[in-house]
């Protein structure tokens, strides 16, 4: 393998070439997605890769105390529900989210035909995410992921001699 080889494996993704992995929960969400930046270099980018089904959502609504993200739409339109409010996208627009609870945000494919967009962040860990609809908040860091609601919060102390 050459040198330029090496790089393009390291420094390089392409769409068409990206394994995509179904998320699908009836009978809201339904999306193909797959990570660009998992493998490379990056180190405080990430990127994924989305197609959402017509008429479904993309993940459940949510906001990230530490990662920023921005969107940008490929093809298609849809809707941004972005704080408490319904905002259409559309092909060439790009969304800026900053972290924090103002913004806490989702992706509702809202035409008949799939939408494709490309999520960008800036992978901060840890992270802490809450999700508005459920009560949920989710932290996250490498190789632990944790999921639970305040309310089913331990004690400080519990399990400690």
């Not at 459940?60 to 408490?84: C, D, S």
């Amino acid at each position: 393998m050459s040198r330029a080889d090496d790089l393009r494996a390291t420094l390089v993704r392409n769409l068409a070439e990206l394994p995509l992995e179904r998320q699908q929960r009836e009978p809201l969400y339904d999306t193909r997605c797959g990570s660009l930046s998992d493998g490379t270099a990056a180190v405080k980018l990430g990127a994924g890769f989305d197609i959402l089904a017509p008429g479904k959502r993309s993940c459940p609504y949510h906001f990230h105390h530490a990662q920023e993200e921005m969107f940008v739409i490929l093809e298609g339109e849809g809707t941004l529900r972005v704080a408490g409010e319904m905002v259409p996208v559309r092909a060439g627009d790009v969304v800026f989210i900053p972290p924090g609870p103002q913004y806490p945000h989702q992706f509702i494919n809202t035409s008949a035909a799939p939408m494709r967009y490309l999520s960008i962040s800036t992978q901060e860990r840890p992270e802490l995410c809450e999700y508005p609809d459920s009560g949920k908040v989710a932290g996250y860091t490498r190789g632990l992921r944790i999921i639970q609601r305040p309310a089913d919060s331990l004690d400080y102390w519990e399990g400690e001699p």
